[in-house]
């Protein structure tokens, strides 16, 4: 591959949601089709957490539960409580849930997972400029590197993505995590 070719693989590998994806929500675990929430983010800072728990001693934070809904839901695909956006309330609040561009759900589809983009009026609602956009995302994305629940190569990769996203608008505005500073 070209590195111009590399670098349209890596940005559509990186996509969670800010571009356009006709096969977010189908619940077909395959590269291109289901949730396009990066698990690996939070599996990466999981696994440097781990280490430093073997070398050190000390057990990492724990993140709050995802809340349940209360009396055994009818279906088993609507267990957790949810935001009016569809993501649900508690557990590891990444800065892709915290300052959402989709709705992700991996109950009704345990093993890939679904995504369901924003449309663009709530997107415009969320995000009236891409400097709104960036700078919610850079402000969920440096809490998160420093609480640990997201490594430093992983903030800049969300942070690039969100820079050269639509979202919020076409100006210019980038920026970069406090941790690459």
């Known amino acids: 591959l070209s590195r111009e070719e590399e670098e349209v693989r890596r940005r559509a590998y990186d996509n969670y949601g800010q571009l356009p994806d006709e096969g977010a929500s189908a619940c077909l675990p395959t590269r291109t089709l289901g949730t396009l929430y ?13 280490r430093e728990w073997l070398e ?17 839901p009818v279906s088993a695909t609507d267990k957790l409580v949810r ?4 993501n649900a309330i508690g557990g ?7 300052v959402p561009v989709a709705a992700y759900d991996g109950e009704g589809c345990v093993v890939g997972g679904t995504s369901t983009q924003f ?6 609602e969320l995000y009236p400029t891409h400097r709104s956009y960036v700078e919610q995302l850079l402000a969920a994305t440096n809490k998160a590197v420093d609480d640990g629940t997201l490594l430093c190569e992983d903030a800049q990769t969300i942070m690039r993505g969100a820079s050269e996203s639509p979202i919020g608008g076409a100006d210019a505005f980038t920026a970069v995590p406090d941790c690459a500073l």
Not at 119 to 124: F, G, K, N, P, W
Request: charged share 20%.
């Open 56 to 72: 050190t001693g000390v057990a990492p934070a724990t993140p709050p539960f995802l809340e349940r809904v209360g009396p055994p």
């Open 38 to 50: 990066p698990r690996r983010y939070t599996l990466n800072a999981a696994l440097v957490a781990l």
């Open 119 to 124: 449309s663009a009026e709530r997107l415009a």
């Open 92 to 98: 590891l609040r990444s800065p892709i849930i915290e």
């Open 83 to 86: 935001d009016s956006d569809g």
